[in-house]
């Protein structure tokens, strides 16, 4: 999924910075720990980011001796960054999917490493809810093969994610989908 950016873009360390920082803008990450996560220089990344910074796509804020980045929601190209990255993650069929088909949910979430934008094949989904687990496995294994990522759900009702909430509360996690108050 990530060619669909990478016929936009020609660096594919560029790529994986706008997944990482515009999947989930709350995260904030620093060179080093970039350059060992993409397995590249530190100069390369530290090039991307410069420039990313320099078109203010991305600001970057001082702790220490420790410079993090994280993507600039003030941006006007930042909802639509964020809508394609979603797209290329592959987020939005998953989602769609569960919330046409599945039953009554109540919220959605990416936990653990989708939740810092990392992309590491494994979608890690939290659905709150009563849902239909036979079709959730059947529109996982559909879905995992169009995205060519591998899709984990966990599915909890709102009284068991409630006990659980301070134990989730330690894990990175995004809400994705929540119901419509009625």
């Not at 994280?70 to 069929?93: C, N, R, W, Y």
Request: charged share 30%; no cysteine.
């Amino acid at each position: 999924m990530e060619n669909l950016f990478a016929g936009l873009i020609a660096s594919k360390t560029r790529v994986k910075l706008l997944i990482r920082f515009f999947f989930n803008p709350e995260a904030k990450s620093y060179l080093r720990e970039l350059a060992k996560e993409f397995n590249v220089s530190t100069n390369s990344v530290r090039e991307e980011l410069n420039q990313l910074t320099q078109t203010k796509l991305l600001k970057s804020e001082k702790d220490g001796r420790q410079v993090y980045y994280s993507a600039d929601p003030t941006h006007p190209l930042f909802p639509e960054l964020k809508s394609m990255v979603s797209k290329v993650m592959g987020i939005d069929q998953v989602i769609d999917g569960i919330v046409n088909r599945l039953g009554d949910l109540e919220e959605a979430y990416l936990i653990d490493d989708y939740a810092e934008g990392k992309d590491t094949g494994i979608i890690d989904l939290l659905l709150v809810g009563n849902i239909d687990q036979y079709h959730l496995s059947d529109l996982s294994r559909k879905t995992e093969r169009y995205i060519k990522r591998k899709i984990r759900s966990l599915v909890l009702s709102g009284d068991e994610y409630k006990n659980l909430l301070p134990e989730l509360k330690k894990r990175p996690r995004v809400l994705v989908w929540t119901a419509k108050k009625k």
